[in-house]
Nanobody, 123 residues
């Protein structure tokens, strides 16, 4: 069982930056693939980024590639999402998620989810 708690969301101006954190409970954090997803009002939950257990491989949605960076610190049981050059269309609730096995962009394959943190980009 893994419990995930996101933090770091807030209101930011266009072009600004935020860093989201996701703290995980449990001693097996380093064995999980971690992902970030986001959901805007009236839309489905969409993949943002994922990172494998060691941090050696990262994956991004085309819409955030070059602007967002996912990373993890297994010693701190934490995964991060650094978001730069933010745009109004990045406004959403951001969720972190965990799964075993290979990284995936499909939310259905993730077993554990945090409660989400709101990111609002004001134009």
């Amino acid at each position: 069982q893994v419990q995930l708690v996101e933090s770091g969301g807030g209101l930011v101006q266009v072009g600004g930056s935020l860093r989201l954190s996701c703290a995980a409970s449990g001693r097996t954090f380093s064995t999980y693939v971690m992902g970030w997803f986001r959901q805007a009002p009236g839309e489905e939950r969409r993949f943002v980024a994922a990172i494998n257990w060691s941090g050696s491989n990262t994956y991004y949605a085309n819409s955030v590639k070059g602007r967002f960076t996912i990373s993890r610190d297994n010693a701190k049981n934490t995964v991060y999402l650094q978001m730069n050059s933010l745009k109004p269309e990045d406004t959403a609730v951001y969720y972190c998620a965990a799964k075993r096995g290979d990284a995936s962009s499909r939310s259905a394959f993730y077993d554990y989810w945090g409660q989400g943190t709101q990111v609002t980009v004001a134009s």
